[in-house]
């Protein structure tokens, strides 16, 4: 992956729960503007990788680049503000709370920079994206459907004008047509020099859309390697791009 | 009983009410945002009158050396923890609260001679000096236990309880005080007398009331609060800090404490230990709102502070027997009703 500054840079990373270690040096580099998609069979660690470059999950060991800057040690609300934002695969949204509040609090972590005269033209722009939203925009968060949360979350997201978008599952449980809105405002996305780091079941969606791959077995790298060279990869497709992986 | 002595003894409950209702608040609050029970808000009514208490009779407040303490020991941790993490310079806020502030309330409560003061300043500057032992109180108590499970935090809770009326007898002493009423005047509604402190806590409680709804439902750090009550995870990763929010649900719930002391110090003669009894009756009114529901724990309240007033009418002997026996039957209601309020999300 050379050409390319990186954003994101984790080196040697241990993470897990209480004693119990789930990711093993992990090695791991998100090149600026680019989609690095990471796929794995369920329980790899995943989601723990995602949650252990927050900070959601402890980090045992390993270091951590951000623009350049070693963030290893800093606070999650640090991150945020940095523009480092992750939509979890859980959502996390605020129940009780409405769409409209629920958007708003996506930039809380820029409130001392003026954020109150964007966030009017922000929620309009995410409204662009997600009109459903705007029809509901009153409407507390957890009665929402579960498709709409899933815009709800990402909506939320870039309310926090992200620079590295981390997206666990983006597609989980919604309808193909949707999925496909996901994938085409994840392109747009890049397309206005977010990068994307994009944890995907849909591992042949996910290739296709990506620049750069990699597999997570049993919370070790097992392979890495631009989209298409993985995409042709025949262990890749015995493992991930057969009639399981795919649609 | 005519009717004379029931809208009497209304207005009495009312009053109570009133004070009870925004101590419920507080609790619902605090246990939103940080699942601590906050059994030591009655300390912080007690801190509060007597603060006030020891400016009128020209003293200097023991709450003083309590919160330059406690600044100095919230001090050492950050400044501990800064070292820890090799991050010295994110100190320099935290000082400028725990040591600098306190100095210089210090520095105001002593050479300022507040008893020449006009009530207006003597409140404030008993909020001033009580109010940060909030955040104080979370910083040294709380903080460190941010994961733990109710039951540890409660338990955590009673003791700083304890504490806190150990510390409150030491620095004030065993005697009660009872400050002047915030207005000499008293009027008649019909064929009924109110005076003027009771008008005093009613406007002051719905004023109170009517500026925590705004914060929470109009700004955006209230929002964020709520967010953080609602779902810390999710808060965390919008940047809204659960640290902060600890605090700032502590600073609120001192702020509530301390000004419903001075309210109703002119009503009550408060000793160092007063307030326990008088934040379990807004515990009541909590719990019938189950910890989570604003409306509810202050209507409860309101009828705990009705309750009591005619009960000491009727049997003055069982007052505080019939009010706590009023969660019993509450109790049962809302175990039948829901299955469990804690842990989950
Ligand atoms: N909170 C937790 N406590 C203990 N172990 C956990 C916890 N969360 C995850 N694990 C374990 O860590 C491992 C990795 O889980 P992770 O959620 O990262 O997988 P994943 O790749 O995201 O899976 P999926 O595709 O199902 O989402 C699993 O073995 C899981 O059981
Ligand atoms: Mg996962």
């Given at each position: 992956?050379?050409?390319?500054?990186?954003?994101?840079?984790?080196?040697?990373?241990?993470?897990?729960?209480?004693?119990?270690?789930?990711?093993?040096?992990?090695?791991?580099?998100?090149?600026?503007?680019?989609?690095?998609?990471?796929?794995?069979?369920?329980?790899?660690?995943?989601?723990?990788?995602?949650?252990?470059?927050?900070?959601?999950?402890?980090?045992s060991?390993?270091?951590?680049?951000?623009?350049?800057?070693?963030?290893?040690?800093?606070?999650?609300?640090?991150?945020?503000?940095?523009?480092?934002i992750?939509?979890?695969?859980?959502?996390?949204?605020?129940?009780?709370?409405?769409?409209?509040?629920?958007l708003?609090?996506?930039?809380?972590?820029?409130?001392?920079?003026?954020y109150?005269?964007?966030?009017?033209?922000?929620?309009?722009?995410?409204?662009?994206i997600?009109?459903?939203?705007?029809?509901?925009?009153?409407?507390?968060s957890?009665?929402?459907?579960?498709?709409?949360?899933?815009?709800?979350?990402?909506?939320?997201?870039?309310?926090?004008?992200?620079?590295?978008?981390?997206?666990d599952?983006?597609?989980?449980?919604?309808?193909?047509?949707?999925?496909?809105?996901?994938?085409?405002?994840?392109?747009?996305?890049?397309q206005k020099?977010?990068?994307?780091?994009?944890?995907?079941?849909?591992?042949?969606?996910?290739?296709?859309?990506?620049?750069?791959?990699?597999?997570?077995?049993t919370?070790?790298?097992?392979?890495?390697?631009?989209?298409?060279?993985?995409?042709?990869?025949?262990?890749?497709?015995a493992?991930?791009?057969?009639?399981?992986?795919?649609q | 009983?005519?009717?004379?002595?029931?809208?009497?003894?209304?207005?009495?409950?009312l009053?109570?009410?009133?004070?009870?209702?925004?101590l419920?608040?507080?609790?619902?609050?605090?246990f939103?945002?940080?699942?601590?029970?906050?059994?030591?808000?009655?300390?912080?009514?007690?801190?509060?009158?007597?603060?006030?208490?020891?400016?009128?009779?020209?003293?200097?407040?023991g709450?003083?050396?309590l919160?330059l303490?406690?600044?100095?020991?919230?001090?050492?941790?950050?400044?501990?923890?800064?070292?820890?993490?090799?991050?010295?310079?994110?100190?320099a806020?935290?000082?400028?609260?725990?040591?600098a502030?306190?100095?210089?309330?210090?520095?105001?409560?002593?050479?300022?001679?507040?008893?020449?003061w006009?009530?207006a300043f003597?409140?404030?500057?008993?909020?001033?000096?009580?109010?940060?032992?909030?955040?104080?109180?979370?910083?040294?108590?709380?903080?460190?236990?941010?994961?733990a499970?109710?039951?540890?935090?409660?338990?955590?809770a009673?003791?700083?309880?304890?504490?806190?009326?150990?510390?409150?007898?030491l620095?004030f002493?065993?005697?009660?005080?009872r400050?002047?009423?915030?207005?000499?005047?008293?009027?008649?509604?019909?064929?009924?007398?109110?005076?003027?402190?009771?008008?005093?806590?009613?406007?002051?409680s719905?004023v109170?009331?009517?500026?925590?709804?705004?914060?929470?439902?109009?700004?955006l750090?209230?929002?964020?609060?709520?967010?953080?009550?609602?779902?810390?995870?999710?808060?965390?990763?919008?940047?809204?800090?659960?640290?902060?929010?600890?605090?700032?649900?502590?600073?609120?719930?001192?702020?509530?404490?301390?000004?419903?002391?001075?309210?109703?110090?002119?009503?009550?003669?408060?000793y160092?230990?007063?307030?326990?009894?008088?934040?379990?009756?807004?515990?009541?009114?909590?719990i019938?709102?189950g910890?989570?529901?604003?409306?509810?724990?202050?209507?409860?309240?309101?009828?705990?502070?009705?309750?009591?007033?005619?009960?000491?009418?009727?049997?003055?002997?069982?007052?505080?027997?019939?009010v706590?026996?009023?969660?019993?039957?509450?109790?049962?209601?809302?175990?039948?009703?829901?299955?469990?309020?804690?842990?989950?999300?």
């Amino acid at each position: 992956m050379s050409g390319v500054a990186p954003v994101l840079e984790v080196r040697d990373l241990c993470a897990g729960y209480g004693r119990v270690e789930a990711l093993h040096h992990v090695d791991l580099v998100v090149g600026s503007g680019q989609i690095v998609t990471v796929i794995g069979a369920n329980g790899a660690g995943k989601t723990t990788l995602l949650s252990a470059i927050m900070g959601l999950v402890g980090r045992s060991r390993g270091s951590m680049f951000y623009e350049g800057v070693d963030e290893s040690e800093s606070e999650l609300e640090k991150l945020v503000a940095l523009g480092m934002i992750l939509v979890p695969e859980k959502r996390e949204l605020f129940g009780a709370m409405s769409v409209a509040d629920n958007l708003l609090l996506g930039g809380y972590a820029r409130h001392c920079q003026g954020y109150r005269d964007e966030a009017k033209s922000l929620v309009d722009e995410v409204f662009g994206i997600f009109p459903r939203l705007r029809e509901r925009r009153l409407q507390a968060s957890a009665t929402l459907s579960g498709g709409e949360r899933q815009m709800l979350a990402l909506g939320r997201a870039l309310m926090g004008k992200p620079k590295l978008l981390m997206l666990d599952e983006p597609s989980l449980g919604l309808a193909p047509l949707i999925v496909r809105e996901i994938f085409l405002i994840i392109e747009k996305l890049r397309q206005k020099g977010v990068s994307i780091l994009l944890v995907e079941q849909n591992a042949r969606a996910a290739l296709q859309l990506a620049d750069y791959a990699y597999v997570l077995e049993t919370g070790e790298v097992a392979m890495e390697g631009s989209a298409c060279e993985l995409a042709a990869d025949p262990k890749m497709i015995a493992s991930y791009l057969g009639l399981a992986g795919g649609q | 009983m005519d009717l004379q002595v029931a809208l009497l003894l209304g207005q009495d409950g009312l009053t109570n009410g009133a004070i009870y209702a925004l101590l419920a608040l507080a609790l619902v609050l605090v246990f939103a945002v940080t699942r601590v029970v906050f059994i030591p808000q009655g300390e912080f009514v007690a801190f509060g009158a007597l603060t006030l208490a020891s400016f009128q009779a020209d003293k200097t407040p023991g709450t003083l050396w309590l919160l330059l303490a406690a600044g100095g020991l919230v001090s050492l941790f950050e400044v501990g923890a800064a070292l820890r993490r090799r991050k010295l310079g994110l100190v320099a806020p935290t000082l400028l609260w725990n040591l600098a502030y306190p100095a210089l309330a210090a520095a105001i409560a002593v050479l300022g001679h507040p008893v020449a003061w006009p009530l207006a300043f003597q409140v404030l500057l008993s909020l001033a000096l009580v109010v940060p032992l909030g955040p104080m109180v979370y910083r040294l108590a709380f903080q460190p236990l941010a994961e733990a499970s109710v039951l540890v935090l409660l338990i955590v809770a009673v003791a700083v309880h304890l504490v806190l009326v150990g510390l409150g007898l030491l620095i004030f002493g065993a005697e009660g005080s009872r400050t002047p009423p915030f207005s000499e005047a008293s009027f008649e509604i019909g064929s009924i007398a109110v005076n003027g402190q009771t008008v005093w806590v009613l406007v002051a409680s719905l004023v109170l009331v009517g500026s925590l709804f705004v914060f929470f439902d109009r700004t955006l750090r209230g929002k964020a609060l709520r967010a953080t009550a609602l779902n810390r995870t999710g808060a965390r990763l919008m940047g809204i800090s659960t640290v902060k929010a600890g605090k700032q649900a502590f600073m609120l719930a001192a702020l509530i404490g301390a000004f419903s002391g001075v309210l109703i110090a002119p009503i009550t003669t408060i000793y160092y230990d007063s307030g326990f009894l008088i934040g379990l009756k807004g515990f009541v009114g909590a719990i019938v709102g189950g910890l989570t529901s604003y409306p509810i724990a202050a209507a409860g309240a309101v009828l705990v502070g009705l309750l009591e007033s005619y009960s000491s009418f009727w049997a003055s002997a069982f007052k505080e027997v019939i009010v706590f026996t009023l969660i019993i039957p509450v109790l049962l209601w809302r175990s039948l009703k829901s299955q469990d309020i804690d842990e989950h999300q």
